[in-house]
């Protein structure tokens, strides 16, 4: 079975600082993909970044880079110069990669962004 | 960008009643659609995985005579909450995967919710 961790309820950080969201992970499954999302108050889920289990390299989009360490089974999130809008919750989720590739996420993170 | 739209985007009904909500794919197609459940100030919960042409596959716990889900071409699946009760108010997004290989094809691109409320 999978299971996401994500320990922060809660998390504030100053505009333009940057800012990690932890993650951990157990799996028995040796290929997988590690995803975070971004929910705004709105709703809607918004991909972010993904990781997958082979990659050697950290994957970065932007702003965003997802720290990966495989031994220690984590995947945090790391935001740089954070702005106003990236307050919002955020999942952190894993995938395996056979069958029928079920998403497993975390309980998320609330990222507040202040002025 | 792929694109998935969800209708309606909010609904009210009595208890008692059905509600359907369709999930589509508008700029690709989606053999693999897959239907979550939210509460509020929870995550997302994995109801049921929809595949195209066949049964889909429920998590433990889910009613399949309740949430019937049914996935009639690439680009269409939709979820009926049958007989619903105050219970099952909650927020429900489906996402959908490419069908296609390249690098796209790991990412789930999800609807932008529908919130029900049973009254």
């Known amino acids: 079975a999978q299971k996401i961790t994500q320990t922060q309820p809660g998390m504030f950080v100053q505009e333009k600082e940057a800012v990690t969201l932890d993650c951990t992970y157990d799996?028995?499954?040796?290929?997988?993909?590690l995803f975070w999302y971004k929910q705004p108050s709105s709703g809607e889920m918004i991909f972010l970044i993904y990781q997958g289990s082979y990659d050697e390299q950290n994957a970065t989009e932007g702003r965003y880079s997802l720290n990966f360490q495989k031994a220690r089974k984590s995947a945090n999130l790391v935001i740089s110069a954070s702005q106003l809008g990236d307050s919002a919750m955020y999942f952190c989720a894993m995938r395996d990669e056979g069958g029928y590739q079920k998403v497993t996420f975390g309980i998320g993170t609330k990222l507040q962004v202040i002025p | 960008g792929a694109v998935v739209s969800q209708h309606p985007s909010w609904v009210i009904c009595k208890s008692g009643t059905s509600v359907k909500i369709e999930c589509r794919s508008l700029d690709f197609q989606a053999t693999t659609m897959f239907w979550y459940r939210q509460f509020p100030k929870q995550s997302l919960m994995l109801m049921a995985t929809s595949n195209e042409g066949s049964k889909a596959t429920y998590e433990q716990g889910v009613e399949k005579d309740k949430f019937l889900i049914n996935h009639a071409s690439l680009t269409l699946s939709t979820l009926t909450v049958t007989s619903a009760h105050p219970e099952d108010s909650s927020f429900y997004i489906c996402?959908?995967?490419?069908?296609?290989?390249?690098?796209?094809?790991?990412?789930?691109?999800f609807g932008p919710g529908t919130r029900l409320t049973v009254t």
């Open positions: 799996t028995s499954d040796q290929s997988y993909g």
């Open positions: 996402s959908a995967r490419l069908l296609a290989g390249g690098r796209s094809s790991y990412e789930q691109y």
